[in-house]
């Protein structure tokens, strides 16, 4: 699985100095720029970000298994579940696209961003845009691509109801070619899953603490076996059982240091920690800097 900070590096061969200071580390960009630096075709594999882009011209996607031509002006969703890759982009390829990490939702909307349908197992989030469409979409990535160099304070929660926007704009513009095929049993398993995540998280005084921190708390939750569990979660997303936990407790984590008043003590009990130096040290190794300094940031 490629990470966005793989992808920094190879788009840019630079990681921005802030890249973990943000959540959900949104960023957007201009298809026309990026054409400036000659690049190799990406690598067919599954990301830990997603991706939207509008794309004004002729190409080959590879998403799945499944081979996409796309043929003028073009919407595509990519989920972090699903590999994919595209053949060399023309120089005369017009449009954008933004990258951002699911926590980006987190933070204020708690939108469940992989139970839409545009970024479901199974979906082929494609869609050609009429005039209409298009100028409506490409005006919408235009705001998000101006506020990115702004200084505005509430800036990220404007590109959020921007980005909320095209994402519902689409689901009501069709829904015809969205989905495949019904989930399988791993689909289904891997949403119980993730909904019995998401759902601890609603912590609103510093005596709760999330119950469910390791595979086999989930597993009995959910009466499986670990070992299944761990096979369904990584073959349907990519990513092991720990490492969702892991990202999904980072992700809390980053938001109550930014927007909660709890003391990290607290915050290390409501995350299920027994002690500070254990919460501290997590967070070190996940986000490269300790609890106290992120909150300074």
């Known amino acids: 699985m490629e990470s966005l900070e793989e992808f920094y ?16 580390q949104f960023n957007i960009f201009r298809i026309q720029d990026r054409l400036k630096q000659e690049r190799k075709a990406p690598r067919h594999v599954r990301r830990n970000f997603y991706k939207v882009m509008l794309y004004v011209g002729d190409n080959v996607f590879y998403y ?7 043929s003028g002006r073009t919407l595509l969703f990519f989920s972090p579940s699903i590999p994919y890759s595209y053949e060399n982009v023309k120089q005369d390829t017009t449009g954008y696209f933004c990258v951002f990490k699911d926590e980006f939702y987190k933070e ?20 050609q845009l009429n005039e209409d469409e298009y100028k409506a979409a490409d005006a919408i990535f235009s705001n998000m691509f101006e506020e990115m160099d702004g200084g505005y304070l509430y800036k990220y929660d404007l590109i959020r109801s921007y980005l909320s926007q095209l994402i ?3 689901l009501k513009m069709t829904t015809h070619n969205l989905t495949l095929h019904q989930p399988d049993s791993g689909a289904r398993i891997t949403a119980q899953f993730l909904d019995l995540l998401e759902k601890q998280f609603l912590i609103e005084f510093s005596t709760e603490k999330i119950e469910l921190r390791s595979p086999g708390s989930f597993a009995g939750k959910m009466a ?6 761990n096979r369904i979660i990584k073959r349907t997303t990519g990513k092991t059982t720990s490492e969702h936990i892991n990202e999904r407790i980072t992700t809390e984590a980053k938001i109550m240091l930014r927007h909660s ?11 299920g920690f027994d002690e500070p130096l254990s919460f501290n040290k ?3 190794k996940h986000m490269g800097i300790n609890p106290s300094s992120y909150r300074k940031v």
Request: cysteine-free; charged content about 20%.
């Open 9 to 24: 590096q190879k788009k840019f061969d630079i990681i921005p100095s802030d890249i973990r200071a943000g959540i959900g």
């Open 282 to 284: 997590f967070f070190k």
């Open 168 to 170: 519902f704009k689409t």
């Open 108 to 127: 204020n909307f708690r939108l469940e961003l992989n139970e839409l349908p545009l970024f479901a197992t199974g979906a082929v989030p494609v869609f």
């Open 64 to 70: 799945g298994d499944q081979v996409i031509q796309v």
């Open 224 to 229: 499986v076996h670990v070992n299944y569990l």
């Open 261 to 271: 008043t709890f003391n990290i003590a607290e915050i290390a009990y409501s995350l």
